[in-house]
DNA sequence: AGCATCTGCTTGGTATACTTAGCACACACT
DNA sequence: AGTGTGTGCTAAGTATACCAAGCAGATGCT
């Protein structure tokens, strides 16, 4: 059950994503074609995306949330992209998450400190 | 000015964001057809994502960070997504910090698992 | 009346995100 | 020698995100 992702154009969260742009634009004072320079994106996109027609993608999102002085978690969560289904375990905040995300450590290095790690907390 | 917004395909930091991908599931004991079955993409795709050659969707960058069990927000930080300008840095995990903090580690443990981390990353 | 100049929207096209079918090689097993 | 299954990759197509040009109504100006 678990996972069913949509990813059909313009269906449920996208529309309400719209919305909130839409009122997060006229909350700003801005009409759509100055919302869209500052963005730069078109107008008659802008206007789709506010009716929920297309979903736009990230760096868009971003631009938009700029342009709205808005962050752009802000702006994913709406989206309903950053959906914590599995993303809020900051909990968990463990060594073997720090090691993965580390940029300077080789892939082996890090499978090999994993290892380590987890013969060291092998009982508990 | 000079909001250089960059959207060409396959340039910078979309290149480090297919290096990083192709690390976790390796790191994770993955196929490329394995990953791209849990999260529902078409395995010649990951294969041009991981090499660069495209930029996907913030929806296809979930359903991978998911997964890979990892948070949504690790995933577009990578892709450059969400600039983390404002100081909130739970992504700042610092691999020595997570080392330190964790409860089920002795201490002799903990300084042979930083030695290791430190020879590691030693010309970085 | 006419002509600007806003507003948001539609049309038609281009670029790119994404998929299905299939290739080429490597490592098992009979 | 096969034959089966694993790996990643190429090729060719479809779907959709996105843009440039232009339309219709509302407002204001001379």
Wanted: glycine share 6%; proline share 3%; charged share 25%.
């Amino acid at each position: 059950m678990s996972d069913d992702e949509e990813r059909t154009p313009a269906s449920g969260a996208w529309r309400s994503l719209g919305d909130f742009i839409k009122s997060q634009r006229e909350l700003a004072n801005l009409s759509m074609r100055q919302l869209a320079e500052i963005a730069k994106i078109s107008n008659p996109y802008l206007s789709q995306v506010e009716r929920g027609l297309y979903k736009p993608s990230a760096d868009v999102l971003k631009s938009i949330a700029n342009a709205l002085h808005l962050s752009a978690e802000t702006m994913y969560s709406q989206a309903g992209l950053l959906d914590n289904s599995a993303g809020r375990d900051e909990s968990h905040h463990g060594v073997e998450h720090a090691i993965k995300v580390d940029p300077r450590l080789s892939t082996d290095q890090k499978e090999s400190l994993i290892r380590i790690y987890r013969s060291f907390t092998a009982g508990s």
